[in-house]
């Protein structure tokens, strides 16, 4: 992150340059050389604007390094096939959500750099997207109600979403879902959610579910 920092504050700084001489040579009626260094300035600002929202969007996700826990989520039973799930995320306040069904999935996005970009020494970054019920039996699926839940604001500037729009201009960056299997609910269950480079995994914490995750493969 430091040199993307340096590139970016390095290019505002010759933008201002570019900006300062090309005024100059329109005192002194050099037009030429003003079309020069007006024509580097809009490169320069253009290239550190690029850097700036790159930075930013950067700064929104969160560091992947490794294998790390994201999120804890516990269940309670509101109806025969509706639950309240509390989301509970290191730093943050605990989130409820309503989820009808009797699975639930959490999705995450995911960015990798690949060359060029390597050379900026940046970590892959996550962000946490959404969070969804769903029902195992295909035709309830088709006809009852989906609930998806949406977990995180859309960042000003999305480093993800332009990759994933643009791929051919962004040709460093990989963005990706990382997705959870669905898992099943059940009353009182605690997974916790870990994330690797490419994929969720939910493991069952207390005994709720792990019974929910044997009786599910049972059947």
Same mark, same amino acid.
């Given at each position: 992150?430091?040199?993307?920092?340096?590139?970016?504050?390095? *290019? =505002?700084?010759?933008?201002?340059?570019?900006?300062? &001489?090309?005024?100059?040579?329109?005192? #002194?009626?050099?037009? !030429? &050389? /003003?079309?020069?260094?007006?024509?580097?300035?809009? !490169?320069?600002?253009?290239?550190?604007?690029?850097?700036?929202?790159?930075?930013?969007?950067?700064?929104?996700?969160?560091?992947?390094?490794?294998?790390?826990? !994201?999120?804890?989520?516990? *269940?309670?039973?509101?109806? =025969?096939?509706?639950?309240?799930?509390?989301?509970?995320?290191?730093?943050?306040?605990?989130?409820?959500?309503?989820? &009808?069904?009797?699975?639930?999935?959490?999705?995450?996005?995911?960015?990798?750099?690949?060359?060029?970009?390597? !050379?900026?020494?940046?970590?892959?970054?996550?962000?946490?997207?959404?969070?969804?019920? &769903?029902?195992?039996?295909?035709?309830?699926?088709?006809?009852?109600? #989906?609930?998806?839940? =949406?977990?995180?604001?859309?960042?000003? /500037?999305?480093?993800?979403?332009?990759?994933?729009?643009?791929?051919?201009?962004?040709?460093?960056?990989?963005?990706?879902?990382?997705? /959870?299997?669905?898992?099943?609910?059940?009353?009182? /269950?605690?997974?916790?959610?870990?994330?690797?480079?490419?994929?969720?995994?939910?493991?069952? =914490?207390?005994?709720?579910?792990?019974?929910?995750?044997?009786?599910?493969?049972?059947?």
């Amino acid at each position: 992150m430091e040199i993307l920092v340096t590139a970016s504050l390095i *290019f =505002a700084f010759l933008t201002f340059f570019f900006l300062f &001489r090309m005024l100059g040579c329109i005192r #002194r009626r050099r037009i !030429v &050389r /003003a079309g020069g260094s007006c024509l580097s300035c809009v !490169v320069s600002a253009a290239l550190a604007g690029a850097g700036g929202m790159m930075l930013l969007s950067y700064l929104s996700y969160d560091r992947l390094i490794e294998e790390q826990l !994201v999120s804890r989520i516990e *269940f309670r039973r509101t109806s =025969a096939e509706e639950f309240q799930a509390r989301l509970m995320i290191q730093g943050s306040d605990d989130q409820f959500f309503t989820l &009808r069904g009797n699975e639930w999935q959490m999705d995450a996005r995911i960015v990798t750099w690949k060359p060029p970009l390597t !050379v900026l020494g940046l970590d892959p970054i996550y962000q946490l997207d959404r969070l969804s019920g &769903r029902y195992s039996d295909i035709g309830r699926e088709q006809s009852e109600v #989906r609930t998806v839940h =949406a977990l995180a604001a859309a960042p000003p /500037a999305d480093i993800w979403q332009f990759a994933r729009r643009f791929p051919r201009l962004m040709a460093g960056i990989d963005a990706h879902y990382g997705t /959870a299997t669905f898992v099943p609910m059940a009353d009182g /269950a605690l997974f916790e959610v870990s994330l690797s480079r490419d994929a969720l995994i939910a493991r069952p =914490a207390n005994a709720h579910a792990r019974d929910a995750i044997g009786s599910w493969y049972e059947n």
